[in-house]
């Protein structure tokens, strides 16, 4: 899986947009980009996912570059729950040789403040 | 609730013990996983099923470390002579296995070798 490297500590303001950038300069054409966040003492949760083309659900938006090197998880109002280590996680689609499970790095720690 | 339950949550032992953990996964879901989580780190993959088969070990799964799913259904994940490196969050995980997204984790199990 290609490795990615994300800040490992953003702040943001309650109410304004989180803005959480991963860079992976070495992705392949078939890997898929991955968000997920894991809140003090409880177990990570899905966020979004995509390959090619921006993505949005009811929790973030994902924006991926072009070139497919960099993305951006975007939380567009945050709040003080949105306080969590966010895991940007590169891998192959599932069933794909070597691509069963998740590498996780040491993600970004955002903090939300008041 | 109908999500992945582990138990225990919190297990204090002392070098040398066994302990095991139980993961009970969405009953629907094939494919479960296993993750170790120490402070500050993210999880890191150990191994993982697809209904009973065990289908890929982690170099991180040593000898001391063995892991079942019998009916396809719970696991188990026993660590036998248990070392203070073994203190960690140890996660479970489950997925359908035609999903493309979302894995599912619990809340972890706690382990303290003291």
């Known amino acids: 899986d290609a490795k990615t490297t994300q800040p490992t500590s953003m702040d943001c303001a309650e109410g304004r947009a989180a803005n959480l950038p991963c860079n992976h300069s070495?992705?392949?054409?078939?890997?898929?980009v991955y968000w997920y966040r894991q809140i003090h003492s409880q177990g990570p949760q899905y966020i979004i996912h995509?390959?090619?083309n921006n993505e949005t659900n009811e929790m973030a938006s994902l924006i991926i570059t072009e070139d497919r090197k960099s993305s951006t998880l975007i939380l567009p109002h945050a709040t003080l729950r949105d306080t969590a280590v966010y895991y940007c996680?590169?891998?192959?689609?599932?069933?794909?040789?070597?691509?069963?499970?998740?590498?996780f790095g040491t993600g970004t720690r955002l903090t939300v403040i008041p | 609730d109908t999500g992945v339950s582990q138990d225990p949550r919190h297990k204090i032992t002392k070098r040398g013990q066994n302990v095991t953990f139980r993961c009970d996964p969405i009953s629907e879901h094939n494919r479960l996983y296993w993750y170790r989580q120490t402070l500050g780190q993210g999880p890191e993959f150990l191994t993982y099923f697809q209904n009973e088969a065990q289908l890929e070990k982690s170099r991180l799964l040593s000898d001391r470390f063995s892991a079942e799913r019998p009916k396809g259904s719970f696991s188990t994940l026993e660590i036998q002579r248990t070392e203070q490196g073994d203190s960690a969050m140890y996660l479970c995980?489950?997925?359908?296995?035609?999903?493309?997204?979302?894995?599912?984790f619990g809340e972890g199990s706690r382990l303290t070798v003291l």
């Open positions: 995509g390959l090619k």
């Open positions: 070495t992705i392949s054409g078939n890997e898929y």
């Open positions: 996680i590169v891998r192959g689609a599932w069933g794909q040789t070597g691509a069963n499970n998740l590498f």
């Open positions: 995980a489950s997925k359908f296995m035609e999903d493309t997204g979302e894995l599912f």
